[in-house]
Each structure stands twice: as C-alpha cells, then as structure tokens.
C-alpha cells in the first residue's frame, strides 16, 4: 500500500493542470464556457491561485510530517516543491505566451515597471534555483550548504504572498488568509526551532 501512496498522489497533483488542459482543448474545439470573456486573463488567475496553493501544500509537508507524525511524508516533500515549481512556470507560461505574446521588451518593462511582477519573478527565480539543485548529486555537492539555500523557500513564499497582496484591489481576504498560512507554516517553524517545550508538548518528534 505504501508504494501506492507516491504514484497516487503524483497523478492527484496533476489533476488541476489536467483539468485546464481539458478546458483548453474543449475552448479549442470552440466551447469557451470555462474561460469566460477574457481566456488570458482567467488563464493567468487561475494558474496564480494554483502557484499560491501549491507552494503553501509544498511549505506544509514539514509541519504535517511532525503534527501526524507520518515520516512517509518526508519522501513526498521533493515532489510537491516541484510541482509547486511546475504550477508557478505554467503561471509564468501564461503570462509571457498570452498577456505578453511572447513580446520580451514588454516583459523587461513590466518588469522595472510593476512591483508585482518583479515579485513574483523574484519568487520564480529563487523556486527555479532551488529546483535545480533539488536533486540528491546537488544535495550532496552543496553538504550544510543545501539546507540554507532551500530556506530559500520561505523567501519565495514570502515574496509570492506580497505579489498577491499587490495584486488585491478590494477584496482582502484572499490575500489575508494566504498571509495567515503562511505565518502559520512560518511561524511553527520558529517554534519548532526555537522553543523545545513548544517541541515537546505541542509537536510530535521522529
Ligand atoms: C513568474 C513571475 C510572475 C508573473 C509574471 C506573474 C504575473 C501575474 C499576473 C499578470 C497576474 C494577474 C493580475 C491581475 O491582472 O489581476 C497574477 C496573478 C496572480 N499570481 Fe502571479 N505572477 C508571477 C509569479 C507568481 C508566483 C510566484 C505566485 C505564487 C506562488 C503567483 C501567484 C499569483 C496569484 C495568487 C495571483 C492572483 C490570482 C487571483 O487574483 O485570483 N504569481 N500574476
């Protein structure tokens, strides 16, 4: 059952981008029920809530492993950082390939030019960096090194949270509770840290 669990979630993971892709194919075939009036722009919303998601899924492994004490979990971080890298270059895609149409100035000058995006370009390039050396023959060359680079982590999560605050014109609340999460997951992580009676009365160990 075990051995299950990995390929499961995989395809569980996949299953947004699947769905989309399935909404594209059927606006190709000329049924644009699911894309509303402006395709690139739901596109681009769309794929922004799963990066958000993903990426907080991928900070929440950590604080679930202890709470559940489920140390498989452990064996499932690697690939839900990635999707979350995935999730955030499929939003990335979007943006250069339909709001942009691949035309590279304008994305040089959306970027010196809107705080947002230069956000959530520095939160990709930070997940870009950190998947690259995701792997176990970067772990092992980079030794002590690897653990602070992928701290790196709660900087690109810090960084997205912003994007979308920047975003946010009226309704705050998805805003606020993407900075609750996010304080949470953060949050337990100092604790965890930092305080060895939270540690022992609060949180399961190995
Ligand atoms: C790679 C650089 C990025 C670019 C160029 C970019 C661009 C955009 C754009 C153009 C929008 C639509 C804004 C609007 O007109 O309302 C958007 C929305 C959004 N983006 Fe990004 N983004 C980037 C990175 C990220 C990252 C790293 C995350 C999170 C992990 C993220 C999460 C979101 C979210 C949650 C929304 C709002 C969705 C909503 O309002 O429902 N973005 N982004």
Redesign the pocket.
């Known amino acids: 059952m075990q051995k299950l669990i990995k390929p499961l979630v995989f395809v569980a993971l996949l299953g947004p981008a699947a769905w989309w892709a399935f909404i594209i194919w059927r606006a190709y075939l000329g049924d644009v029920a699911y894309l509303g009036p402006d395709p690139p ?1 739901t596109l ?2 769309v794929s ?2 799963w ?2 998601r993903f ?1 907080m899924l991928a900070l929440a492994v950590t604080p679930l492993r202890y709470l559940f004490n489920y140390a498989y979990l452990w064996r499932l971080r690697r690939m839900v950082g990635l999707y979350a890298f995935f999730y ?1 270059s499929l ?2 895609i979007v ?1 250069v390939l339909l ?1 942009l149409e691949l035309d590279f100035s304008a994305l040089a000058k959306e970027l010196s030019e809107r705080p947002y ?1 230069t956000l ?2 520095m ?2 390039i930070l997940l870009l960096l950190l998947t690259m050396t995701s792997f176990n023959r970067a772990q092992r060359a980079l030794g002590r090194n690897w653990k602070r680079l992928h701290r790196g982590a709660y900087i690109a999560a810090i960084l ?1 949270v912003m ?2 605050i920047w ?1 946010v014109r009226s309704d705050f609340g998805e805003a606020l509770l993407y900075v609750v999460i996010l304080a949470v997951l953060l949050g337990y992580r100092v604790l965890h840290k930092y305080s060895p009676k939270a540690r022992q009365f609060a949180f399961r160990k190995l």
């Open positions: 722009k681009a919303l922004g809530e990066s958000i990426l955030v939003h990335f943006f709001l995006i959530g370009f939160s990709w997205a994007h979308l975003i």
